[in-house]
């Protein structure tokens, strides 16, 4: 946040995408808090991955993306957030979003238990029994349409073609992991992604919305996985969604 409230420079990776200090300093933070509590787990970060730096993996380890949306980040919209996830045998079973300019948490309690804390500047996350914690749970659509939500930065033609099929009742459009958590409270009920996302982009919004009663498949059905090293932790196109009944929640 010292950063954000500043001018600040912004560099990019060999592959493009932005960066810049922030990203750096949170991730050391991030990386250095959990070799000090959790030292036996691995952990897979952004910024250390884009270095080359990815350490062996197993079922059980960490994903880190220590600023998810820093093209959110640049043009300080504040939706930008801070994840941190742990996967077991491939599946998100812990998830943890900050969106520090809103001030809000998202984070899993148990593998059915999610939760949203909206924070005051004063708070801290040392006793998170004694926030204001509200549960949050996945919503079914409504039967004129869903809700859809969408990247404000990544759109592609692909989803716009998949949308073309679906019954839309209003479209809404957010950055970083908030558009997992906008499912997983039941603001939006679909959020089909076509556009390529690395395995730190997307496992704790998939962990929370898991836990509030949602699931993120890919195209053909399967449920999205993680620890793909030999992919370089590369996602596959998915969709993610709220709860489903029969008529306009059925994919």
Known sequence: MKVYDREFDVNFKSD???VTKADQHAEDIILDDLKLHIPNVPVVAEEAASGGNIPD???????VD????????????DEFTVNIALIENGIPVFGIIYAPALSVLYVTL??????????????????????DLQEI???????????????????????TEYLKDIQIKSTLSAGSSLKFCK?????????????PTMEWDTAAGHAILLAAGGRVETPNGQLL?????DKKFLNSEFIAFGLRHNTAGEL
Do not use: C, W
Request: proline content about 5%.
């Open 16 to 18: 493009s995408s932005p």
């Open 57 to 63: 993996v197993g079922d059980r380890f960490f994903l």
């Open 66 to 77: 220590p600023l998810d949306g820093t093209k959110e980040f640049i043009q300080k919209n």
């Open 110 to 131: 148990s593998s059915t238990q999610a939760i949203k804390a909206n924070l005051g500047i004063s708070d801290t996350f040392h006793n998170i029994e004694s926030l």
């Open 137 to 159: 749970h996945a919503a079914f659509p409504d039967v004129q349409g869903l809700n859809v939500i969408m990247s404000r930065s990544h759109m592609s033609d692909e989803t």
């Open 183 to 195: 499912l997983a409270e039941g603001v939006a009920d679909l959020y089909p992604r076509f556009a």
């Open 225 to 229: 996985g993680y620890g793909k090293s």
